[in-house]
């Protein structure tokens, strides 16, 4: 893993000239786009060494560059990308904040109705599941889910996400069959998507988490057996591509193989992922 924890500015930075400043200065409704490939590209590799540091210094960078360029539509891919890092490192008033702009971005853009309107839905919604607020959680999913209807096919890998997330939410709020049938519907699209066994374990676990909580670890032994071992399964497919996603997804199920008694896949699952990032 690298140890560089901070950025070059010709890391992320546009050259940007002068008469260009001045320009915003006389017009200030000029938009200025980001080079929203390269701020991605970058933060993919931060991602993929686990750098979260670094991460939220790049899109605090490009954040700041949206705005002065006034490009809303940066902004919201950014506000996106936000949402999802704060989320993961639990630092719930930034990823709140991020939330709420990311909201009103679409209604100032006019985005109702389209596929990033959906996306942004989905990652707000999660947001909101993962501090707590499943009720409203669920509100956002449906939102998400309608966008997505009126633009995507419906085997698209993005549904898999939706109905993952949504199961969750559904299934805190103790609506299990309607939570079963969202893993259902999830694991049916991601069996059938070239790379979608990843995602496919991960909502094994979550229906043994379904059996666990609704039925109890007696009532629900089998079947909880029956997912753990076949999300074990897909996640040791050879043909899976050893990448950071890989390693990410090792991190995220190995407390579950381990709560379920599987101590030494679990710790397979950490040697994996800090494998792939040391290699980074």
Known sequence: MSDKTYLDREDYEEPRCVLCMDAHKKDEEKVTRIDAGRMLKKLDEYFSYNDYES??????????????????????????????LFRKIGKKEEAYASLERAVSLLDEIGLEGTEIYGTTFLNAATV????????????????????????????????????NNMGLALADLKRFDEAMDCYNRAKGIMSKIPGGKLDEAITYLNMADLYRERDGFDGGAESIAECVDKAQELINDEKLERNGYYAFVCEKCAPSFLYYGYFAFAEELKERAKSIYERA
Not at 57 to 68: M, P, S, V
Not at 129 to 154: D, H, I, V
């Open 128 to 163: 909101l599941k993962t501090f707590s607020e499943s009720e409203k959680a669920l509100e956002y999913y449906k939102k998400a889910e309608k966008a997505y209807e009126k633009r995507l096919e419906k085997d698209d890998a993005k549904f898999a996400g939706l109905y």
């Open 55 to 84: 991460a939220e210094r790049h899109l605090k960078f490009w954040l700041t560059e949206a705005q002065f360029g006034h490009d809303k539509e940066g902004e919201l891919l950014i506000r996106n990308e936000q949402m999802g």
